[in-house]
């Protein structure tokens, strides 16, 4: 039988005990807190996952479900056909005519018909469920952060507006397919645009008789288009595709050459001959038909090229 000072030892260590329990279990709880919190804040985190796509960031949403990729250089039709096949809900054409808070006149777009030019060719993800607005939205922005990052001093102090290099821009993006020629080529457009010549870029008279694949015809030269640059003076009056940041780079800094021509080089995967005067394109022009001429009247391309 235990005396009184034994029975009153017993009872504050039996209210030590249940008071540490009861400590214990607050911290518990309290471990259990941080846990949820942390792991909302790793939610957090991934719904704002920044997406690089052609040098820009693009902040994109949580719990995405579709993944789109714009190739460089492809125009507003293109882009609506991989829009459908993607599955997106809604008119792609008609959603990239314009879009509410993005203004083409602050880049110097005065009423352009679209906003070509500005759908910014990237790799996206998209939301679950996504819509047409979903992907024009974030190519505005890719386009906005990516052009902050391009010097344009040397553009303006030759009086070409922001949308003149984009215009430009993609031209390059479709002329070209071997990556250091992009500032020659922007060179010859620089070079061109200040003697008064025309442009005579193929690229554009494409773009007006949308002939992507077909050697181009002689009626085709003619045809009637603003952006037909063989037959009017100038830039077209719009971009005839979406560049990269690559080319955008090269339309605001041309190389500091004379040239005036190029052709493509006979056998190789894209390359062209650079000239600067006439005669010099002629023999370069010979030599590609000449080539053009043995290999059955198609193009003297290697089977190999990409």
Do not use: W
């Amino acid at each position: 039988m235990m005396n009184d000072p034994e029975r009153r030892r017993l009872v504050r260590e039996a209210r030590r005990r249940k008071a540490e329990g009861a400590v214990y279990r607050r911290r518990r709880l309290l471990a259990l807190v941080a846990v949820v919190v942390a792991a909302g804040l790793v939610v957090a985190a991934v719904a704002a996952i920044r997406h690089s796509g052609g040098g820009g960031e693009v902040t994109i949403d949580a719990g995405s479900a579709k993944t789109v990729t714009i190739p460089e250089g492809y125009d507003r039709k293109q882009i609506a056909e991989i829009a459908k096949q993607t599955g997106l809900r809604g008119d792609y054409l008609k959603a990239s005519e314009s879009f509410k808070g993005f203004d083409p006149a602050k880049y110097g777009a005065e009423g352009p018909e679209s906003l070509e030019g500005f759908l910014f060719p990237a790799t996206y993800e998209l939301p679950r469920r996504p819509t047409v607005e979903d992907l024009v939205a974030r190519q505005l922005d890719a386009f906005e952060q990516n052009i902050s990052q391009v010097n344009l001093g040397y553009a303006r102090s030759k009086n070409l507006t922001t949308y003149d290099v984009v215009i430009i821009a993609s031209m390059i993006e479709r002329e070209v397919q071997v990556p250091k020629e992009r500032a020659l080529v922007a060179a010859v457009i620089y070079n061109r645009l200040h003697a008064g010549m025309p442009l005579q870029i193929d690229a554009t008279v494409r773009y007006a008789s949308g002939n992507f694949t077909e050697p181009i015809s002689p009626s085709e030269l003619e045809i009637n288009s603003p952006y037909n640059t063989y037959t009017n003076s100038g830039l077209p009056p719009g971009p005839i595709g979406n560049p990269g940041l690559d080319s955008i780079e090269a339309a605001a800094h041309p190389a500091q050459e004379p040239y005036l021509y190029y052709v493509v080089k006979p056998n190789t995967c894209g390359e062209h001959t650079f000239a600067t005067t006439e005669a010099e394109f002629s023999r370069a022009k010979a030599a590609y038909d000449e080539a053009r001429a043995a290999n059955g009247g198609n193009a003297p391309t290697p089977a190999n090229c990409p």
